[in-house]
């Protein structure tokens, strides 16, 4: 089962960290790399070019643009899939990530675009969650 209140407040933390600010209406429907820095929103649809909106729906991902210029997916994984990204691990991993904390999935995590092997337009809207593969940080890709 989903819970959208039990991880405002690690959204909170991860906001902070990130010196992001919610996307205004003027900037609403842009892709995140089209937004100045330290923006962030929510999309149906976790691709790079997808556009972001100030409102959070069911399933939707959050996609921070920080001012150093990484863009990143936040979602939650589990215990273990965050352990495997922090481990200094030199295979690629593949997570299933959720848009909000589902059932073992409560770990936040942000996935830096250049570290997602597959950038292809996601859909979730008919599933929970979405499978992707992060190549190791020193291995990142260039987009």
């Not at 892709?31 to 959070?56: C, D, H, I, K």
């Not at 409560?106 to 593969?133: E, G, M």
Request: with cysteine.
């Amino acid at each position: 089962m989903t819970s959208t209140h039990s991880s405002e407040p690690a959204r909170e933390t991860l906001r902070r960290e990130h010196s992001v600010r919610l996307v205004a209406a003027s900037e609403e429907g842009c892709a995140a790399a089209e937004l100045p820095g330290g923006v962030y929103g929510f999309t149906s649809s976790p691709a790079l070019a997808s556009p972001l909106f100030a409102t959070r729906q069911y399933r939707n991902f959050e996609v921070h643009h920080q001012p150093n210029g990484t863009i990143s997916l936040v979602g939650f994984v589990t215990a273990g899939e965050a352990r495997q990204l922090t481990s200094g691990q030199r295979d690629v991993v593949t997570l299933m990530v959720f848009p909000d904390v589902d059932g073992d999935s409560t770990a936040i995590v942000s996935l830096p675009y250049d570290r997602i092997a597959h950038h292809r337009q996601y859909s979730v809207r008919n599933s929970a969650a979405i499978a992707l593969q992060i190549v190791p940080a020193d291995h990142a890709l260039v987009v």
